[in-house]
């Protein structure tokens, strides 16, 4: 079946620092993969996208490459800021029956300190 | 521009007591509808799905229901709430007929008691 395994949190990173969040799927074919953040209290939102093999998505500072050989989608950004603190999660898009769906991680909490 | 909205944002139930959540859309039209449930520590877990009025996916089996009335609008419903109903009730909504991102409201806290 289709999965997705996030690095366990919390986070606890420095303002200003790197930051590496990893992801690894399994999926049958190539599906679309996703990040999610979720600010203290709110719904999610989609912070970034990729639909193909090899593609970047990008935004906010936050970038993710889809690497096909090693089933991996990880989340990196260069500099952290404290308004950075909140929940991400990756996501894979999968077809089911009528429509297509999302199976998420489990989430990675970041929190940034000044 | 489409938004999604969700009341009420916080409720606290008794058990055994009945569950009305209610999620619509603006700005569009034949959406997929989703409900999320995000329990602590145990990330998402997809509810129910709707691709039309009238059409519920189950995802998993529960003691919670969904319902269709209209176009944009999507209910999660209980007769008789479990402790272990208690969380962050998502609502979501997608375009229809492709591979598109899902667009989340914002939530609402349920605490049984």
């Known amino acids: 079946g289709n999965s997705v395994t996030q690095m366990e949190g919390p986070v606890t990173l420095s303002e200003e620092a790197f930051l590496t969040i990893n992801c690894t799927y399994t999926a049958t074919g190539y599906p679309s993969l996703f990040w999610y953040v979720q600010y203290p209290g709110e719904g999610l939102q989609l912070l970034l996208k990729a639909t193909k093999a090899d593609d970047k998505g990008s935004n906010k500072g936050f970038e993710a490459t889809y690497r096909k050989e090693t089933t991996s989608f990880h989340l990196e950004k260069g500099s952290v800021q404290v308004s950075d603190s909140a929940v991400y999660f990756c996501a894979l898009m999968y077809s089911g029956a009528g429509s297509y769906q999302l199976t998420f991680g489990k989430g990675t909490k970041l929190s940034v300190i000044p | 521009s489409q938004t999604i909205h969700q009341w009420p944002a916080t409720l606290v139930q008794p058990v055994g007591s009945p569950l009305s959540l209610e999620c619509t859309v603006e700005?569009?039209?034949?959406?997929?509808l989703y409900w999320y449930r995000q329990a602590a520590g145990r990330g998402l877990q997809l509810l129910f799905y709707?691709?039309?009025?009238?059409?519920i996916s189950s995802e998993v089996p529960q003691n919670l229901s969904a319902s269709r009335p209209q176009d944009r609008q999507f209910i999660l419903s209980s007769k008789k709430l479990l402790l272990s109903d208690s969380g962050f009730y998502l609502c979501?909504?997608?375009?229809?007929?492709?591979?598109?991102?899902?667009?989340f409201g914002p939530g609402t806290r349920l605490t049984v008691t």
């Open positions: 979501a909504w997608s375009v229809r007929g492709g591979e598109y991102e899902q667009y």
């Open positions: 709707s691709v039309g009025i009238g059409q």
């Open positions: 700005g569009t039209s034949n959406p997929n």
